[in-house]
């Protein structure tokens, strides 16, 4: 099958944030007939966390993914402490909403610090600890790559072979990987990866596009036909892997999609999800 | 030893091309008794070759490299045929300037294409052709792997390991690597491929800094110390497989060092160098 299952279709809730408060966009998923939904936790603080869960099933949403825990380096371990705290608190609010898995941000440099591969030890140190946390409670962990660029503020696990090395290490029971493929397209290991990762490990697919040129380290994504990422090819890659999960659109676009009426924003999603995706 | 040799200071001219013509520059670093330069075809072109080679011998500098060739991926055969002539110009400026290696900055995407591994494969092709007419002539070209976030517009080899594959299938007889701290300083592979290249595939070292948070993703690049790179250890490491060559400051800064005096740039880059390289 060419075109992708609209009934595949995930939105990131983080598309139209600037737009809807997290209520609007649970219900603007079940008007557009979106049937999953990736909602994140200052959305979910803002809403309440039980009003949240309700409201999503009373529209038979599914949770793709809950956004998210991780940042785990840290300055101290005082900070290490209050951070796997709050993750811990993650799993539990994700355990609460029935969502797919926990996606993990692990976090990029502490301040002032240019120690790179500490900050991965300080990862991989930190993940051990919230999976002796999230596996008896039965809530997966996904570990997100995200691009280099993110490196020092965000996450310095960068590769899907990174993430593939942290689930050799750590086990693979209730560990997987995110696959953003705005954060992995250009990443020539990208097929030898996903096939290593195999379909235990693929938890959730995360889908926007790269703008050429792209304007904003962060707030730039491309809509789906958008930009240069072979979006379509990379499914029929996870799909061939027996992947049959959501597609998770997640676009923060700061002087596009985020200013647009967030109905025409979900319309278009649909579209260029059966166009593109 | 801590501190680098300060005669292994090379000034990549785009550092301060907003302020100088290339004769400014070219004086400024003897001047500043900085003893390598790196000049940009544009302006060599400006200045003009022999003039270029003349200003240079007259000062006693050292052409660390040309910047630079590549961009082998073209829509149609006369585009790639058209850059194949242009290539063989930039080897023989090189020549002529006596150029310690043709810097290759490969390429993206064609316009309107998706097809990144065609693309890659359009380099390999268009670099094994260039190696004919570099190799008889003397003229080592060092592929420079850009950041992932140029895989679209600027080069599709992203990573060492890219550069170093590229080298073991096209021989590395006048063919290395240029080690670009500011494109490779996230590749937690980094220690396993400059070991893999060795002394004799590592034809250039170049230095500045990751600016966290980084503004622009061409122009924000940071003097070496006020970003969050380690410098120092990636120079040491390159150092303890023998390399004794260049360390070569680029900084592309549209709002900081653009800006500034230039003499105060390049003091500034050479108490740097000294100080965090």
């Known amino acids: 099958m060419h075109q992708p299952d609209p009934q595949k279709l995930s939105l990131n809730t983080a598309t139209v944030r600037q737009q809807w408060t997290l209520d609007k966009i649970i219900e603007g998923c079940a008007r557009h007939e979106i049937r999953g939904i990736s909602p994140w936790r200052d959305q979910v603080a803002a809403l309440g966390l039980s ?8 529209h038979q949403l599914t949770v793709t993914g809950y956004c998210r825990g991780g940042m785990f380096p840290g300055i101290d371990a005082a900070h290490r402490q209050r951070q796997w705290q709050d993750n811990q608190r993650a799993v539990d609010e994700a355990l609460e909403l029935d969502a797919a898995c926990l996606v993990l941000v692990v ?44 490196a020092a503020d965000r996450a310095c696990v960068n590769t899907l072979a990174q993430a593939n090395d942290l689930c050799d290490e750590l086990g693979d029971d209730g560990l997987g ?33 790269w703008l050429n040129p792209t304007q904003d380290l962060l707030e730039d994504r491309g809509m789906m036909g958008d930009g240069v990422i072979d979006i379509r090819g ?16 997640e676009i923060f676009s700061k002087s596009n999609w985020w200013t647009r009426d967030p109905d025409e924003v979900l319309r278009v ?9």
Chains 1, 2 share one sequence.
């Not at 009003?51 to 009373?58: N, V, Y």
């Not at 999603?269 to 593109?276: F, G, L, P, S, V």
């Open 269 to 277: 999603c649909k579209a260029r999800h059966q166009e593109h995706g």
């Open 51 to 58: 009003q949240t869960r309700q409201l999503i099933k009373q």
């Open 107 to 150: 976090g990029g440099l502490p301040a002032g610090s240019k120690d790179l591969a500490g900050a991965r030890s300080q990862v991989r140190d930190g993940l051990s600890a919230l999976l002796e946390y999230s596996r008896p409670r039965g809530m997966p962990l996904a570990i997100e790559p995200l691009h280099p660029m993110y």
């Open 234 to 249: 990379f499914r029929q890659a996870v799909e061939a892997l027996g992947y049959d999960g959501f597609h998770e659109v």
């Open 177 to 209: 990987l995110a696959v953003d493929l705005y954060h992995t397209w250009w990443d020539p290991n990208f097929q030898r990866e996903i096939t290593r990762a195999g379909l235990k490990r693929l938890l959730a697919f995360h889908i926007c596009d």
